[in-house]
């Protein structure tokens, strides 16, 4: 249990952070007065007037500033000298990658999209595999056997060459194609989870009472059925968002994940193959993204520890 505190902890903070990752690091102040003109969260809002100002002259006209922790953004900002490969210093606590962008911004702004897109990615995954696995677990007969085909074809295929796959054959990939590969190779457990815990709920007397009183299959599945499948969904969300987050990073690592130059922390690992001196491109998110994937592992063992009392 202790476990699961720490878990629930680190997940708190990894949030936070994607959160408050423009107050964490950003190029823009958050608030600032410039010519007379009062600019709160310019970091967030991202002002034209702004957003075009050389930097240094920003910093040599403002008439007053509140900074950020560090002073730099996932990109180069109009201004910024550019360093490539600068071992950490002051100015960079965790140094510059190859285009000489500032590795902690790209770190911190990356858990906000790794956030985000495994959120988002395991919400999806659980809405399509909830249905097509209550439909096979409730109707049984044609329709379990129809998507039980379906769930062998889509698991026939590791789900990270599947990915892979998918990305390959659209012309142009985008974040949407890869939002949505990664989903439609998440839900095939979700479907066989909830196919197994409705077949089960299926025939408890409680149920049987319920059919025999003329309840519908809809309210008696609503109703009496998927309470008892919230507890193994939840786990299987907590855990299936660190296992989004590596399939996201491995793709990044490949170059065929997230667009060219957006922050993320496995484009950020697969440059220190062409500069293997720059440890500190494999180190920082290497670490975050193990402490990731790790705590919402502890989440999931946690949730699962007190919402199902047969595993204690």
């Given amino acids: 249990m202790r476990l699961g505190k720490i878990g629930f902890l680190v997940g708190a903070l990894l949030l936070m952070l994607s959160i408050f990752a423009d107050v964490v ?19 967030v809002t991202r002002p034209h007037q702004l957003e075009t100002m050389d930097r240094r002259v920003l910093a040599a006209e403002a008439d007053w500033t509140i900074r950020p922790i560090v002073a730099h953004g996932p990109l180069l900002a109009p201004g910024d000298e550019r360093v490539p490969l600068l071992a950490p ?8 990658d190859r285009e000489g962008r500032d590795v902690f911004a790209r770190v911190v702004h990356g858990t906000r999209s790794y956030l985000v897109f495994a959120l988002a990615a395991v919400f999806a995954s659980l809405a399509l595999g909830v249905f097509l696995g209550a439909i096979a677990g409730l109707f049984g007969g044609a329709a379990d056997a129809l998507v039980g085909r379906i769930v062998e074809s889509v698991s026939a295929f590791p789900p990270l060459v599947l990915v892979l796959g998918i990305q390959a054959a659209v012309p142009e990939p985008t974040l949407l194609t890869l939002f949505l590969a990664i989903a439609l190779t998440r839900w095939p457990e979700i479907a066989r989870l909830v196919r197994g815990e409705v077949m089960l709920a299926s025939t408890r007397d409680y149920v049987l009472a319920a059919r025999a009183l003329g309840a519908s299959p809809l309210r008696v599945l609503w109703r009496h059925i998927m309470p008892n499948v919230r507890a193994p969904l939840v786990v299987a969300g907590s855990v299936g968002v660190s296992t989004v987050v590596l399939t996201e990073a491995s793709l990044d690592f490949l170059r065929v994940g997230a667009p060219a130059g957006a922050a993320s922390w496995g484009e950020t690992m697969s440059q220190f193959r062409d500069a293997p001196s720059a440890w500190w491109l494999l180190a920082f998110p290497g670490v975050l993204l193990v402490v990731t994937i790790v705590a919402y592992n502890l989440m999931g063992e946690a949730l699962r520890n007190a919402l199902d009392p047969r595993s204690r």
Avoid at 89 to 96: D, E
């Fill in 25 to 43: 690091a950003s190029d823009l102040p958050i608030a600032c007065k410039v010519h007379g003109t009062v600019f709160v969260l310019p970091n």
């Fill in 89 to 96: 210093t002051s100015a960079h606590p965790l140094g510059t």
